[in-house]
């Protein structure tokens, strides 16, 4: 079973930037479709990024595709998500997320593997 393992979160200023890594657990994670999902307090988990297995990205936050960068090492089996110009209502928990299929959805329902989260807070 494939497994996943976010870091790189933290408390970061209003303007900064952030880059989240997703380690995971099996050289086969380039069969996946892997996602960057969050979830605010008291708010739905969405989606925020996704690459498939075609190396084709998908943008969920619509207002703000310019300020997310998925990117992925399927050699180093690393999913990253760079995140620029940080304002406080990107405060959440980050997490990644897989599909078996190599798909990509903003339906965090689709996805069958989740890794634990890693905290981003946003705050002067």
């Known amino acids: 079973q494939l497994q996943l393992v976010e870091s790189g979160g933290g408390l970061v200023e209003p303007g900064g930037s952030l880059r989240l890594s997703c380690a995971a657990s099996?050289?086969?994670?380039?069969?996946?479709?892997i996602g960057w999902f969050r979830q605010a307090p008291g708010k739905e988990r969405e989606g925020v990024s996704c690459?498939?297995?075609?190396?084709?990205?998908?943008h969920y936050v619509d207002s703000e595709k310019g300020r997310f960068t998925i990117s992925r090492d399927n050699a180093e089996k690393m999913v990253y998500l760079q995140i620029s110009n940080l304002k406080p209502e990107d405060t959440a928990v980050y997490y990644c997320?897989?599909?078996?299929?190599?798909?990509?959805?903003?339906?965090?329902?689709?996805?069958?593997?989740w890794g634990k989260g890693t905290q981003v807070i946003v705050s002067s």
């Open positions: 099996d050289y086969t994670v380039d069969h996946y479709g």
């Open positions: 997320a897989a599909e078996g299929w190599g798909r990509c959805f903003s339906d965090w329902n689709a996805m069958d593997y």
């Open positions: 690459m498939d297995n075609t190396g084709k990205s998908f």
